[in-house]
């Protein structure tokens, strides 16, 4: 059967990033394909150390990570999906360090310093790319998200050998279940909750389509 991973880079395992990667895999299940939600925010691992042994030409395992802990075996499941769905909230203008540290071990590993620079996989991957984040979606552009989120894309288009990666932008999201509870006087608290209750579930609506065109591409090879 195929199989589709969702990566949530949220330290917050059963909130907005999680919400609307599960409903992703819904879509996917729901066309057949096997699905699995790996929550970045549970494992203990370390970012890229530099070391360059995924790079040595000696190296019979070209693209493995020589770095061992609890990233090791989510790697390796990995680089034989079918389709990844990867998603992360924004922090400070970009993804979050779990989901930093997962995509330089991941990466990093994967890149040929060949000229142009390739990718050691042997078969694509599909891969779809989720951002949640608290601002308006009339902001992104202001504040350069799309740019710098766009880089991801590229590498990810790269490294999966992907040559369209989706992308779904889950704007001004929730923060808080109670917002009385928390010095966060720049935010409505009535506002929040309107959006919570009528964008939220159309954002994991999206989410579950665009989980099932996953599944249907790579059903059809």
Same mark, same amino acid.
């Given at each position: 059967?195929? =199989?589709?991973?969702?990566? +949530? ?24 394909a ?9 494992? +203990?691992?370390? *970012? ?10 000696? +190296? ?16 390796? =499941? ?27 071990r ?5 890149l040929?310093?060949t +000229? /142009? /620079?390739?990718s050691v996989?042997?078969? /694509? ?38 040559a369209?990666?989706?992308t ?20 409505? *608290? ?6 919570r ?25």
């Amino acid at each position: 059967m195929k =199989k589709i991973y969702a990566i +949530n880079g949220s330290p917050r395992v059963d909130f907005n990033t999680a919400e609307v990667l599960q409903s992703a895999l819904d879509g996917a299940a729901a066309a057949g394909a096997e699905t699995e939600l790996i929550q970045l925010g549970t494992l +203990n691992y370390s *970012p890229c150390r530099s070391c360059m042994y995924c790079k040595r030409k000696e +190296n019979s395992t070209k693209g493995i990570c020589a770095v061992k802990d609890e990233l090791t075996p989510i790697l390796e =499941k990995l680089r034989s999906a079918d389709a990844i769905i990867m998603g992360s909230p924004v922090y400070f203008g970009n993804v979050s360090g779990y989901f930093r540290s997962f995509m330089e071990r991941f990466y990093f590993s994967l890149l040929r310093y060949t +000229n /142009p /620079p390739a990718s050691v996989l042997e078969h /694509p991957i599909i891969a779809a790319m989720i951002y949640t984040m608290n601002i308006p979606r009339e902001m992104m552009q202001e504040m350069g998200y799309y740019e710098e989120l766009g880089r991801i894309n590229a590498f990810s288009g790269l490294i999966l050998k992907c040559a369209d990666v989706e992308t779904l932008y889950v704007c001004d999201t929730f923060q808080f279940s109670d917002y009385a509870l928390y010095e966060a006087d720049r935010f409505d *608290p009535v506002h929040k909750a309107a959006v919570r209750e009528k964008q939220f579930p159309q954002d994991c609506a999206d989410a579950f389509a665009l989980g099932k065109r996953l599944a249907e591409k790579i059903m059809e090879k």
